[in-house]
């Protein structure tokens, strides 16, 4: 009996002190989860404040490339603005420099030639020239040679429409043949080429210039037929021309 009490307060102090490890183990162990909680949030921080700190000078490298690009640009703005500057003052000075020639060249014409060329221009307005044709007509208004040279190749004339104009003149006043036409602008003094343009382009019928001269010369006087288609062939037009022609005046 004694022996199970015994037993029985063995059994109670081994519970008893296995209550109290159990609780200073259970304490031991929630003080060091602390303490490792408290070791890894400290470790958290201080990774977060170095990655911050690394980050920083980053940043400031960036800005600092950004700062240096946005310097650059602006260089080289400035630098294409100069250029710009430069290339519109060199227009400037050329323009001026142009300007200032003009009135040069314009006061070396002397009255002579002022008035040739005046006088060239009134007869341009008035009927169609050559250019020999035009200086001629000036020496005959008593201008000298050079006068009335400077006054034809300043006229502004152009001498095709000049030949053009002249063989329309031409054919109002009277027929022609193609070749007629030709040599009596050549004998006005327009080159060949002038001459040939003026007959090419003026819109002849020339089969019908070759009528309207058969009937001129019938006007005049009597022909035969043969008689009027070799007239005819001797002012330059073709032998078919010239048989239309007679033919059309009813022969």
Same mark, same amino acid.
């Given at each position: 009996?004694?022996?199970?009490?015994?037993?029985?307060?063995?059994?109670?102090?081994? $519970?008893?002190?296995?209550?109290?490890?159990?609780?200073?183990?259970?304490?031991?162990?929630?003080?060091?989860?602390?303490?490792?909680?408290?070791?890894?949030?400290?470790?958290?921080?201080?990774?977060?404040?170095?990655?911050? %700190?690394?980050?920083?000078?980053?940043?400031?490298?960036?800005?600092?490339?950004?700062?240096?690009?946005?310097?650059?640009?602006?260089?080289?703005?400035?630098?294409?603005?100069?250029?710009?500057?430069?290339?519109?003052?060199?227009?400037?000075?050329?323009?001026?420099?142009?300007?200032?020639?003009?009135?040069?060249?314009?006061?070396?014409?002397?009255?002579?030639?002022?008035?040739?060329?005046?006088?060239?221009?009134?007869?341009?307005?008035?009927?169609?020239?050559?250019? !020999?044709?035009?200086?001629?007509?000036?020496?005959? %208004?008593?201008?000298?040679?050079? %006068?009335?040279?400077?006054?034809? &190749?300043?006229?502004?004339?152009?001498?095709?429409?000049?030949? $053009?104009?002249?063989?329309?003149?031409?054919? &109002?006043?009277? @027929?022609?043949?193609?070749?007629?036409?030709?040599?009596? $602008?050549?004998?006005?003094?327009?080159?060949?080429?002038?001459? !040939?343009?003026? =007959?090419?382009?003026?819109?002849? &019928?020339?089969?019908?210039?070759?009528?309207?001269?058969? !009937?001129?010369?019938? &006007?005049?006087?009597?022909?035969?037929? =043969? %008689?009027?288609?070799?007239?005819?062939?001797?002012?330059?037009?073709?032998?078919?021309? @010239?048989?239309?022609?007679?033919?059309?005046?009813?022969?």
């Amino acid at each position: 009996m004694i022996r199970k009490k015994i037993f029985a307060l063995v059994l109670v102090a081994t $519970l008893a002190l296995a209550g109290c490890t159990s609780a200073d183990t259970t304490s031991e162990t929630t003080t060091e989860q602390e303490s490792t909680t408290q070791r890894i949030t400290k470790k958290e921080t201080e990774t977060s404040t170095k990655e911050i %700190e690394t980050t920083q000078p980053a940043t400031t490298t960036v800005s600092k490339e950004t700062a240096t690009e946005k310097e650059t640009t602006t260089e080289k703005e400035t630098t294409t603005k100069k250029k710009e500057v430069t290339t519109t003052q060199q227009v400037t000075t050329t323009q001026q420099e142009t300007t200032t020639q003009q009135p040069t060249t314009t006061s070396n014409i002397t009255m002579g030639q002022k008035n040739a060329l005046k006088k060239a221009e009134s007869y341009l307005g008035f009927t169609a020239f050559s250019y !020999k044709g035009l200086i001629g007509q000036l020496e005959y %208004e008593g201008f000298t040679y050079d %006068e009335c040279v400077y006054a034809a &190749d300043n006229c502004g004339a152009n001498w095709n429409a000049q030949a $053009l104009e002249k063989a329309k003149d031409y054919l &109002d006043f009277t @027929a022609f043949s193609y070749t007629g036409l030709i040599e009596q $602008l050549e004998y006005e003094e327009f080159t060949s080429e002038q001459a !040939k343009y003026g =007959a090419d382009n003026c819109g002849a &019928d020339w089969y019908e210039q070759a009528a309207e001269k058969a !009937k001129s010369y019938l &006007d005049l006087m009597a022909f035969s037929k =043969a %008689e009027l288609i070799e007239q005819l062939e001797y002012e330059g037009f073709t032998h078919e021309q @010239a048989v239309y022609g007679v033919e059309a005046n009813g022969y």
